[in-house]
């Protein structure tokens, strides 16, 4: 099983300001990897795919990268809606998600 | 539109079974891989399992291999988690999910999910 490893578990920003989340593979994943924005109470949101690819709906500020078994999510301006959790998976083979990033108002 | 309805949650003892039901629209399930997750309360997300458009592959997390059991009927548009021995650490929510037809995919559609509670 591909176990991914999220960093940090925490971040607080201020808004406007820019924010960068990690997640690591025990593996290459290659680019088979997700991101997910989730709201106390909702279920999960699909926000990239393919590590880079922003789903429908997703606004520019959102940007993927990576490939391998590094990747980074960033939030180039952090607007009042973009505080939640965030989780990666990768879907190389089957599935695995990571622990999450709490972005927090700083 | 897309359409994920669970059923089936509530409250078992430990040790209990409890099965759960994922009715689909929208698209054609035949053709679909399908997939639970799961959320214990204040955690992260957990992938549960997931079985191919025909059912003949499936995938369990280490945590529940040996008592889950995924399956699917393409008749009704409905996907199954039998859940047995259960234990505390399997109280969460869980949600119905799918994306590409294929079996490793991200998740483009989500469940309102169900929640299952194992206590005493």
């Known amino acids: 099983e591909i176990a991914m490893t999220q960093s940090p578990a925490t971040l607080s920003v201020s808004p406007g300001e820019r924010a960068t989340l990690s997640c690591r593979a025990s593996q290459s994943v290659s680019s088979n990897l997700a991101w997910y924005q989730q709201k106390r109470g909702q279920a999960p949101r699909l926000l990239i795919y393919?590590?880079?690819t922003r789903a429908t709906g997703i606004p520019a500020r959102f940007s993927g990268s990576g490939s391998g078994t590094e990747f980074t999510l960033t939030i180039s301006s952090l607007q009042s809606e973009d505080f939640a959790v965030y989780y990666c998976q990768q879907y190389n083979n089957w599935q695995t998600f990571g622990g999450g990033t709490k972005v927090e108002i700083k | 539109e897309v359409q994920l309805v669970e059923s089936g949650g509530g409250l078992v003892q430990p040790g209990g079974s409890l099965r759960l039901s994922c009715s689909a629209s929208?698209?054609?399930?035949?053709?679909?891989?399908m997939h639970w997750v799961r959320q214990a309360p204040g955690k992260g997300l957990e992938y549960v399992s997931g079985?191919?458009?025909?059912?003949?592959?499936?995938d369990y997390a280490d945590s529940v291999k040996g008592r889950f059991t995924i399956s699917r009927d393409n008749s009704k548009n409905t996907l199954y988690l039998q859940m047995s021995s259960l234990r505390a650490e399997d109280t969460a929510v869980y949600y119905c999910?799918?994306?590409?037809?294929?079996?490793?995919?991200?998740?483009?559609?989500w469940g309102q999910g169900t929640l299952v509670t194992v206590s005493s």
């Open positions: 929208g698209f054609t399930f035949s053709s679909y891989a």
């Open positions: 393919g590590a880079s």
């Open positions: 079985i191919s458009s025909n059912g003949g592959s499936t």
């Open positions: 999910v799918n994306g590409r037809p294929h079996a490793s995919t991200y998740f483009d559609y």
